[in-house]
């Protein structure tokens, strides 16, 4: 664990990059080259592609990519009542959340007999890319389904790597069902994606894929974005990673189980702890070899802790000043005047603010989206929302008086662009008699 407290009013420019700095994503050439070479073999061969990588990579050899009806049923009846309820629980939260983001089309007269809408429409097909590395994920399918599900995009796809007994978890399929999702693969990894991209014998192609995975997911929706004509993906991913903002007031023990949280999530995850009290940062020091001691994931953590972050700022508002900077994943406030730093607070994927809202809450139950830009993207890029399910388009409607109206604004533009037959579109219209035009309505 790395015990060095950063006093950042003391740090050069140079050596303040070096402490946000975040742990390397791996774009080596032999990652890209492993990558490229599956989703070749996927594109080439399809099926027979996805059977051979499951086999090699996930242990498991499959008569079957698919999920049916039946098993999602047997599925139901294994889970405990206590756990079914625990998903529908978070599925009715998240639903709530979203519902409310369903959007109406907006529809402007912009100058008499010129009128334009902006429609919503659902993407046809979406592809959902459940993690099942050290973890199974339902809380993943829920901030991927319930959104395709409110969206009513028409086909929605669901692919995960399967156990060593090529099945999946129960929770997964719960959790699917909730989201009426009934198209499903056993099916992970690079290869996933290349078969939503692509298409193959089983799985039919989608217009855009979404969720989480490892450096071998991430590189492969890389490159797939840039090689299918019309195939888009969710966001860049990197790995996870919290930043604290933390007073004199705050609980050390609530810090540090907030930091470990998200520790624990892999070696490569990033935590930082920005304080003004170094009486405090001392006291999550210590709770968090504490706290380390009883999980888990302990290992893992221990390693993503190597990439912590403790650091010392003169006041609040130069602790804002570096959140604002880094650009966190998660954001968590534990500090007297929360809501006015919330004003000041700009670059976050997800806020937490107070001492009762752990980022756990956001992962798993409380509504909002789990599905977040990470490495810095939150100054650029929104948490997943319903709209990420849907595509914007314009429709404009002109009558004949309408143009009249817009003609000498258009030609006077086209003369300054030099497009004549952008300005001929407009006057052909106007010059041509209106019964002409109403006698071709009726001969046609």
């Known amino acids: 664990m790395n015990n060095e407290i950063y006093q950042w009013s003391r740090l050069s420019h140079t050596e303040r990059q070096a402490v946000l700095a975040r742990p390397a994503i791996s774009e080596s050439a032999l990652l890209s080259q492993q990558v490229s070479h599956i989703i070749k073999q996927v594109k080439a061969n399809g099926d027979d592609a996805l059977y051979d990588f499951t086999e090699k990579f996930d242990g498991v050899k499959l008569n079957t990519l698919t999920v049916d009806a039946a098993q999602v049923e047997a599925a139901k009846?294994?889970?405990?009542?206590?756990?079914?309820?625990?998903?529908?629980?978070?599925?009715?939260n998240i639903k709530r959340f979203h519902q409310a983001q369903v959007s109406a089309d907006i529809r402007v007269e912009t100058t008499p007999g010129v009128v334009c809408t902006l429609k919503t429409e659902a993407i046809e097909s979406v592809g959902?890319?459940?993690?099942?590395?050290?973890?199974?994920?339902?809380?993943?399918?829920?901030?991927?389904?319930?959104?395709?599900?409110?969206?009513?995009?028409?086909?929605?796809?669901?692919?995960?790597?399967?156990?060593?007994?090529?099945?999946?978890?129960?929770?997964?399929?719960?959790?699917?069902?909730?989201?009426?999702?009934?198209?499903?693969?056993?099916?992970?990894?690079?290869?996933?994606?290349?078969?939503?991209?692509?298409?193959?014998?089983?799985?039919?192609?989608?217009?855009?894929?979404?969720?989480?995975?490892?450096?071998?997911?991430?590189?492969?929706?890389?490159?797939?974005?840039?090689?299918?004509?019309?195939?888009?993906?969710?966001?860049?991913?990197?790995?996870?990673?919290?930043?604290?903002?933390?007073?004199?007031?705050?609980?050390?023990?609530?810090?540090?189980?907030?930091?470990?949280?998200?520790?624990?999530?892999?070696?490569?995850?990033?935590?930082?702890?920005?304080?003004?009290?170094?009486?405090?940062?001392?006291?999550v020091q210590v709770a968090l070899a504490e706290q380390l001691k009883t999980l888990s994931r302990a290992d893992i953590a221990r390693q993503a802790l190597k990439q912590s972050r403790l650091i010392l700022t003169k006041d609040l508002a130069q602790a804002v000043t570096v959140s604002n900077s880094y650009g966190p994943e998660h954001l968590i406030v534990q500090t007297d005047n929360a809501p006015q730093l919330l004003t000041e607070l700009r670059n976050a994927g997800s806020i937490f603010v107070g001492a009762y809202s752990p980022e756990s809450a956001g992962d798993y139950a409380s509504g909002t989206n789990h599905v977040l830009p990470t490495y810095g993207y939150s100054k650029v890029i929104s948490s997943l929302s319903l709209a990420d399910f849907s595509r914007r388009y314009t429709v404009q409607e002109i009558s004949r008086q309408g143009l009249s109206n817009l003609a000498q604004c258009i030609c006077e533009l086209t003369d300054a662009e030099g497009l004549d037959a952008h300005q001929r579109a407009v006057t052909i219209r106007l010059e041509t008699p209106l019964a002409q035009v109403l006698n071709n309505k009726a001969e046609s």
Not at 77 to 89: V, Y
Not at 185 to 194: D, E, L, N, T
Not at 243 to 261: E, G, P, R, Y
């Open 128 to 283: 959902l890319y459940i993690p099942a590395g050290s973890a199974s994920l339902p809380s993943t399918v829920l901030m991927l389904g319930v959104p395709a599900q409110l969206a009513n995009c028409p086909r929605r796809v669901l692919v995960c790597p399967p156990n060593k007994n090529g099945q999946l978890a129960d929770e997964i399929l719960v959790a699917a069902a909730l989201c009426e999702i009934d198209e499903i693969y056993r099916v992970g990894g690079a290869q996933a994606c290349a078969a939503l991209a692509f298409g193959t014998e089983t799985i039919a192609p989608v217009n855009k894929i979404f969720g989480p995975g490892n450096k071998y997911v991430t590189e492969a929706k890389k490159q797939l974005s840039q090689q299918v004509n019309g195939f888009a993906i969710d966001m860049p991913a990197g790995p996870s990673e919290v930043l604290v903002i933390a007073d004199a007031n705050a609980n050390a023990s609530f810090v540090a189980a907030d930091l470990l949280s998200q520790a624990e999530h892999g070696v490569d995850s990033q935590v930082i702890l920005l304080s003004d009290n170094q009486v405090l940062i001392e006291a």
């Open 77 to 92: 009846k294994r889970l405990t009542t206590t756990r079914f309820n625990a998903i529908a629980s978070a599925y009715a």
